[in-house]
């Protein structure tokens, strides 16, 4: 029974410490939002004005923190590095060019491993941007453009691990580069561009993305027999052909250019349907063969290449449907002539894409 009531405790003691931090933490936050003055403003337009690149320089934990908002800024479309101050007098200075603008971090704005980069800037007379909580700081007099952090306590006062003002630097980095890819127009298409892996990239691919490898639907005509359709699904790949009508043209919208004469798609065949049609009682005398306008779906649904891959799964989920007819009328690809053509998506595709 004691141990239970002093495990008891003890969960009831984590889950306040957890708070308390997670408060405090919050509470520098805010801080900092508050405190955001026109020297912001000056560092993004700083950085947007650069020649070169975002070089971001630290040690310790602003070190961690100053590779992420490198990163950070790198996949939003401003090219970044970040320089390790621990590094940089062995060699590392030569990772800063004469059109780069440097943001270094530190709380302290103290730390002797900053004194050869801070050198080394003056002497190239290079912008420099500081984040740091000591406004006499080495640091901070040798900025040009100073982000102050405001005087809040880390989250645990009797232990002054860089908690609350590392985190104030994050948050600090993500703002510059919101701001810099708002005022840039950047877009999710553009973020797209930078993220073609992992869920991140899937979820912001476009069907189009999907069809690399995937051949053309195979196609049968209205009045085909079921033959013709086994011998069109098993040639095609895809467990099902298209129904086309060559007598009605496929509506390419209003900016596709001319006619191509391609037949519309009328009508989806799976091979669920084929086999469900071979099971039936053969037509008797004087009926006409079961022909693919027998057994199709009619006006099967159908997607654009150029939309997203996350708009193709919400329909099918919608539907409760696995596949989807896919029109070439997106637009192709920079600097590609391609377009791809009617063709089929299957669920299974868009899941081991890990679209989700």
């Keep these: 029974m004691a141990s239970e009531q002093a495990e008891t405790r003890s ?3 984590a ?5 308390r931090v997670i408060r405090a933490e919050r509470a520098g936050l805010d801080a900092l939002a508050d405190s955001l003055d026109p020297a912001f403003a000056e560092a993004v337009a700083l950085i947007g ?46 990772i800063i060019g004469s059109g ?31 984040v740091t909580s000591d406004a006499g700081s080495d640091l901070a007099q040798a900025a040009g453009c100073l982000l102050r952090l405001p005087p809040v306590a880390e989250a645990d006062p009797a232990i002054p ?33 930078l993220h073609p892996s992992g ?8 069907v189009g993305d999907l069809l690399d490898g995937l051949p053309p639907a195979p196609q049968v005509a209205l009045e085909a027999s079921l033959r013709e359709i086994a011998e069109a699904i098993t040639r095609g790949g895809l467990g099902c052909a298209l129904v086309t009508d060559p007598d009605t043209a496929p509506d390419t919208g209003p900016d596709t250019g001319p006619d191509t004469g391609a037949a519309a798609v009328t009508g989806l065949i799976t091979d669920g349907d084929l086999r469900r049609a071979l099971l039936r009682d053969p037509p008797r005398a004087g ?10 779906t009619r006006d099967p649904l159908t997607l654009d290449a150029g939309q997203s891959a996350a708009a193709a799964l919400a329909l099918m989920e919608q539907r409760q449907i696995s596949q989807l007819v896919i029109t070439g009328h997106g637009e192709p690809e920079s600097g590609s002539e391609r377009e791809h053509g009617p063709t089929i998506l299957h ?6 894409a890990q679209v989700a």
């Design 11 to 13: 969960a009831a003691a």
């Design 15 to 19: 889950l306040e410490t957890g708070r």
């Design 49 to 94: 004005g650069a020649a070169g690149r975002l070089i971001i320089c630290g040690v310790g934990k602003s070190g961690h923190v100053a590779r992420k908002v490198s990163s950070t800024f790198a996949s939003t479309g401003t090219p970044s590095f970040f320089l390790h101050a621990a590094e940089a007098g062995h060699g590392d200075l030569g």
């Design 100 to 130: 780069d603008v440097v943001l270094i971090l530190s709380n302290s704005g103290q730390s002797r491993e900053l004194l050869p980069v801070l050198q080394f800037i003056q002497r190239r007379g290079l912008p420099l941007i500081a």
């Design 161 to 193: 691990a860089p908690t609350t003002s590392a985190l104030m630097m994050l948050a600090l980095g993500d703002a510059l580069a919101a701001a810099l890819w708002h005022g840039r127009g950047f877009s999710a298409d553009d973020f797209s561009c």
């Design 199 to 206: 869920r991140l990239g899937a979820a912001l691919a476009r």
């Design 287 to 296: 009926e006409a063969a079961v022909s693919a306008r027998d057994i199709m």
């Design 347 to 352: 669920l299974q595709r868009l899941l081991r």
